[in-house]
């Protein structure tokens, strides 16, 4: 018996501790912008030409795929936004996908149509709290936004860009931007923020300073409330993970991306 179990243990080390057999598939965790809208077709098509397949496709969030990312636990994370000077000094191999709108989503029902800078930043940090200061009805503006401290690069991004570094004022607080914007379509008089890809019936876009949040202006750099779409890995590719970073360069993987965002080539 206890020969029996030696012979077992040593064949297991051989099966699974040279990873020769049973080898997982891909990993990838992160930004639900891209675990949302771009991984499902771009996994779909990359195992169906080359065979290697994806264990895992997360939405934790920008910041839990990096810090997953570097930990080793995933092969890939999502990072909707440009990398901080803090994570590049790990220096994590990163590579842009494509670029996206961050817009600004209300019911709609509702009149308003454009909102300049001042008036989304006002707007999101509780300074204006009511529709009629901007032109619209005289109603309480509710503001929903993803959870604050959740680590999520269309927060942060917004933050920096939109809000000048301020802080946000108090919000209804939901964790996936998608459910942001689907609550915006039956709120008549919310407003919200998210990836242009996540629009949802009820929900509109305002332009934003005059430029409507379109690829064509992400592209000319006219809206201005855009960001870089990145896939990141602990060190450079090798393998079958090099392959995957190659494929979402290809003309098969840029046209994936610009179904819903700015292709990079």
């Known amino acids: 018996m206890k020969k029996l179990l030696v012979s077992l243990l040593a064949s297991a080390f051989v099966l699974f501790g040279t990873g020769a057999v049973f080898a997982a598939g891909l990993t990838y965790d992160g930004s639900t912008t891209i675990g949302e809208n771009i991984m499902p077709d771009a996994a779909k098509l990359f195992t169906e030409k080359t065979g290697i397949k994806f264990d895992k496709i997360g939405g934790l969030g920008s910041g839990k795929g ?26 994590p191999y990163y590579q842009i996908v494509g670029y996206d709108a961050i817009a600004v989503f209300i019911n709609e029902k509702n009149p308003v149509k454009s909102l300049s800078k001042e008036q989304v930043k006002g ?29 999520r690069a269309t927060i942060q991004e917004f933050k920096d860009s939109a809000l000048d570094g301020g802080e946000f004022g108090p919000s209804i607080e939901i964790d996936r ?25 009820g929900a509109k876009t305002v332009l934003y300073n005059n430029v409507e949040p379109t690829s064509k ?33 290809s003309p098969e993987g840029q046209a994936i991306v610009a179904e819903n965002f700015v292709p990079v080539r």
Request: hydrophobic share 40%; charged share 25%.
């Open 217 to 249: 202006n992400v592209r000319s750099g006219a809206y201005i409330l855009s960001r870089p779409l990145n896939i990141v890995a602990k060190t450079m590719p090798k393998g079958e993970l090099k392959k995957f970073f190659d494929f979402m360069l």
């Open 66 to 91: 990096f810090k997953m990312v570097m930990e080793g636990s995933i092969d890939i994370g999502g990072v909707s936004r440009a990398l901080s000077i803090e994570e590049k000094r790990l220096k």
């Open 123 to 151: 707007i999101f940090t509780g300074k204006i709290t009511n529709w009629k200061e901007v032109g619209g009805e005289d109603a309480s503006i509710v503001v929903i936004t993803e959870i604050k401290t959740g680590g």
């Open 177 to 201: 931007p998608h459910d942001c914007v689907k609550r915006v379509g039956v709120e008549i008089n919310g407003i919200t923020h998210a990836s242009l890809a996540f629009i949802q019936p």
